[in-house]
């Protein structure tokens, strides 16, 4: 007879936390607060790991690309892809944010998984 394991709801900690892993870049914390909920955090909840995790993923790959358009300003097309990061990295935050409210995992678009 085969049992599954049933992820148990998220409590109203594991919330809190992951919300404020994807908003860590609106707060102005960035990197810093999804690393340290994700390396307290990831032995205790599997949910506010995997949250973390996504949301230092995506920072992460967003500083990388942020850095390769630093050259691009000297072309001119580095202004407009930077505004343009800006805008979707502050649409995609609330998206995950609200995903994660509901009790899932928002996996960012165009991240690089650095951190697996």
């Known amino acids: 007879m085969e049992t599954t394991v049933i992820n148990p709801a998220p409590r109203g900690n594991e919330k809190i936390w992951s919300i404020l892993s994807h908003l860590s870049s609106l707060i102005g914390v960035g990197l810093l607060l999804p690393l340290v909920v994700y390396l307290a955090m990831k032995g205790d909840s599997e949910y506010v790991a995997r949250n973390a995790k996504e949301a230092l993923n995506f ?38 944010a609200v995903k994660a409210s509901d009790g899932g995992c928002y996996h960012y678009p165009l991240t690089i998984r650095l951190i697996s």
């Open 59 to 96: 920072h992460l790959s967003l500083l990388i690309y942020c850095l390769c358009c630093i050259p691009l300003i000297l072309v001119v097309i580095g202004i407009p892809l930077l505004i343009l990061m800006g805008l979707a990295s502050f649409v995609l935050a609330i998206v995950a």
